[in-house]
């Protein structure tokens, strides 16, 4: 039984493959076109889908698409008859491009792919309740699900058991938590679907000074976690933008202007919104654990992406345990339709351990050779020593160990937004200036954005305040107190980016400023390789930790091809690149000519 999942159209395009209840492939759009979130057609996604399977189209048995347009635009049509006359120049551009594409789903997949059979159409949040449920490894759980909007669902709640996913009840738009935060990502001057995480990343340097302003003002939440929006701040449901002058007379000012320097305002919203939007989260599970009596937890949407939230879910709710879809947004979606059309609506038996989910570590997408990778660096005449995969471990510790940043291309390529050793850079978290070195002269990004460590999972205790695996890097947990530097008085009067100046722990470069990290735990079933080289590294230094952060630059989707890898290491400051079983040292490489100064181009204040 082959059945390919699709979503695209609003952000984070996806396809993936599932064959009978195994989950072959799945990949986001955006690592083939390199145009980051590209919300398109998944036309390359699909292919790489098929041929990883070494299938055609004529061998698949359905079609999953992820949600349902005439819903969805149903919604649009709606909200703007609600609001007329306002919105009208919002209406000339989105109506048109739903009558034009959009709404004919069946006529785009048969033309785009040739395909002429079943198509099965899940509500959004039913695929999302179906790719936080059935890849965990719980035979019986509640779920959450929370984003922007579907069709009309904002949040939804309810069981999964065995083949089944039965939500039980649901908040609609215009009330969005993920709206909500996305207003504020907007305001503080990032790209909406796309900066939430910094917004997130932002808030421990600031005070939440407006959180009794957003709650008198703009959302009324109940014990149960239930809320509602005072839509007369914000502009989404007809306007161009996401907030409108009260809301900009509410926090004394118009949006912070994009690229300009962050100010101690802007730390404060984040943080204000990111603690309302905890209360919101942890006040739903709460009530979902209270109806439901379920002892386990699933998550997915875009505010499952909030690991944050997800640590404190973990640490304050009476849950068992929590299992988060890695690939929470849309891009998972693709994968719950898949999954739906497999075990809900053909009635397939679904049977698992308990223990291990069926995700596979989310290594999903493309893989190259040796030989692929010789020949594109053979054509850039790169210089490189080829090395046996059992010495890479070793060799790639010594480089940590003596400071330097290597960038990590090995195996299948990751789902999901994060990179999870598969296409990462790497460093060492001992450094107390590695965070900003790689920031500015790797990444080219903001200094205020924290690193993730990848810790060996068996040693995850000893240096975090948590007592499971977290694979996925989607909790957030405390550093241990005995791993944390004495504060003085004069650092604890720092404000803003300057607590960066201050060494907080025996592992700083992955410290965020209150102490907190973002875990990947590394086992050595999925990824051997890169546990065997954290392992090394732990031998060589005595410390189980690295810095993880996904291979590309600010602006550019991670890297998918061995192409990318060097176009992004050439284009960069790191100092050397495994790729496959082939080290190269920046030093030694010929002069790379590359049509954008990506230093210029990513010039930060």
Request: with cysteine; hydrophobic share 40%; glycine share 6%.
């Amino acid at each position: 039984m082959n059945i390919l999942g699709i979503s695209c159209f609003y952000h984070d395009s996806a396809a993936c493959l599932v064959q009978n209840d195994k989950i072959v492939a799945a990949a986001q759009e955006e690592r083939f076109t390199r145009k980051k979130h590209d919300q398109e057609f998944p036309e390359n996604a699909v292919k790489f889908c098929l041929n990883y399977a070494n299938l055609t189209v004529k061998d698949l048995d359905y079609v999953a698409f992820y949600d349902k347009p005439f819903l969805k635009f149903e919604r649009i049509l709606e909200t703007y008859l609600t609001y007329a006359p306002r919105g009208f120049r919002s209406y000339l551009i989105a109506v048109p491009l739903w009558l034009r594409r959009k709404l004919w789903i069946p006529d785009l997949i048969q033309n785009e792919l040739g395909y002429k059979g079943k198509l099965i159409y899940p509500e959004h949040h039913e695929s999302h309740a179906a790719s936080a449920f059935f890849p965990s490894p719980f035979q019986e759980a509640a779920f959450i699900t929370m984003d922007g909007v579907g069709e009309w669902t904002t949040t939804s709640y309810g069981i999964g058991k065995d083949n089944n996913v039965l939500i039980q009840a649901e908040l609609q738009f215009p009330h969005s938590l993920g709206l909500l935060y996305s207003a504020f990502t907007y305001y503080t001057g990032f790209k909406v679907n796309s900066g939430e995480y910094k917004v997130m990343g932002l808030a421990p340097y600031g005070e939440p000074k407006y959180v009794q302003t957003i709650l008198d003002n703009l959302i009324d939440i109940k014990e149960d976690g239930s809320f509602k929006l005072n839509m007369a701040y914000f502009n989404y449901c007809a306007g161009l933008t996401m907030t409108n002058g009260r809301f900009d007379k509410l926090f004394d000012g118009p949006p912070r202007k994009p690229e300009s320097k962050l100010t101690q305002r802007e730390m404060d919203l984040a943080r204000s919104i990111q603690v309302v939007t905890e209360e919101v989260m942890l006040k739903t599970a709460r009530h979902v654990h209270k109806e439901t009596g379920q002892k386990y937890l699933c998550l997915a949407g875009g505010v499952a992406l909030n690991c944050v939230g997800n640590g404190r879910i973990l640490r304050e709710v009476p849950f068992e345990d929590i299992w988060i879809q890695p690939a929470a947004g849309d891009a998972g979606g693709a994968l719950g339709a898949a999954l739906l059309a497999y075990y809900q609506y053909l009635g397939n038996e679904r049977t698992v351990t308990g223990k291990e989910d069926l995700q596979q570590g989310s290594y999903l997408g493309p893989e190259f050779s040796d030989s692929e990778i010789q020949k594109i660096l053979d054509e850039h005449k790169a210089v490189y020593t080829q090395m046996d995969y059992d010495d890479i471990p070793e060799k790639v510790s010594e480089l940590i160990a003596d400071q330097k940043v290597v960038g990590w291309f090995q195996g299948r390529m990751e789902f999901g937004p994060r990179a999870l050793g598969s296409r990462s850079i790497i460093g060492d978290a001992r450094s107390a200036k590695m965070q900003e070195v790689m920031n500015l002269k790797i990444k080219f990004r903001e200094s205020f954005r924290p690193f993730a460590p990848s810790i060996l999972a068996e040693r995850v205790s000893t240096h975090f305040e948590i007592d499971r695996e977290s694979p996925y890097m989607l909790l957030v947990a405390p550093v241990k107190e005995d791993k944390r530097k004495p504060v003085t008085n004069e650092e604890k009067q720092l404000f803003g980016t300057d607590k960066l100046k201050f060494v907080r722990s025996d592992i700083p470069a992955v410290t965020h400023v209150d102490y907190s990290a973002r875990i990947q735990t590394v086992n050595k079933k999925t990824n051997p390789l890169y546990y065997e080289m954290i392992s090394a590294v732990e031998a060589k230094t005595g410390c189980p930790v690295i810095i993880n952060t996904s291979f590309n630059v600010r602006g550019e989707p991670i890297v998918c091809t061995p192409m990318d890898a060097y176009k992004c290491f050439m284009r960069t400051n790191m100092d050397f690149l495994i790729m496959g079983k082939f080290l190269l040292d920046k030093e030694l490489q010929p002069e790379f000519h590359d049509e954008v100064d990506w230093q210029e181009e990513f010039e930060l204040d």
